[in-house]
Nanobody
C-alpha cells in the first residue's frame, strides 16, 4: 500500500505564491506518474498537473499554464506543485495522486488512472 500526505496549503493574497508538497510512503517503488487535482466547493474535481515517473514530461490544465510548476525529487517519493500568481479561482482543496508503476509511468489527466490519493490540503486565495 502507498500513503500520500500533502502539505503547504494555506491562505494567501491574490498574486502570491504557495508551494505544495506530497510525500509518499509505504510501497513507493510501486508508484509511477503523479498528479495534482483540486476540488472547489460545489464543483467537480479538476485536473491541475501531472508528471511522469522519470520527471521529464509534464502536463497542465490550461488555466494554470505559466503559473504552476510540477516537479518531483530524484528519489521519486515527493512531488511538488509551485503555484505563482495565484488567483481567487485557484481556491480549492488540492489532492495529490499516484499511479501504479505497471502501466502507469506516463502522466495522465484522468483521475480514474490513479490508484492512490492523499487527503488534500486547503488553498485559499483572497482577492
Amino acid at each position: 500500500q502507498v500513503q500520500l500526505v500533502e502539505s503547504g496549503g494555506g491562505l494567501v493574497q491574490a498574486g502570491g505564491s504557495l508551494r505544495l508538497s506530497c510525500a509518499a510512503s509505504g510501497r513507493t517503488f510501486s508508484t509511477g506518474a503523479m498528479g495534482w487535482f483540486r476540488q472547489a466547493p460545489g464543483k467537480e474535481r479538476e485536473f491541475v498537473a501531472s508528471i511522469n515517473w522519470g520527471g521529464a514530461s509534464t502536463s497542465y490544465v490550461d488555466s494554470v499554464k505559466g503559473r504552476f510548476t510540477i516537479s518531483r525529487d530524484n528519489a521519486k517519493t515527493t512531488v511538488f506543485l509551485q503555484m505563482n500568481s495565484l488567483k481567487s479561482e485557484d481556491t480549492a482543496v488540492y489532492h495529490c495522486a499516484a499511479r501504479r508503476i505497471v502501466g502507469g509511468a506516463d502522466w495522465s489527466s484522468n483521475p480514474n488512472d490513479y490508484a492512490y490519493w492523499g487527503q488534500g490540503t486547503q488553498v485559499t486565495v483572497s482577492s
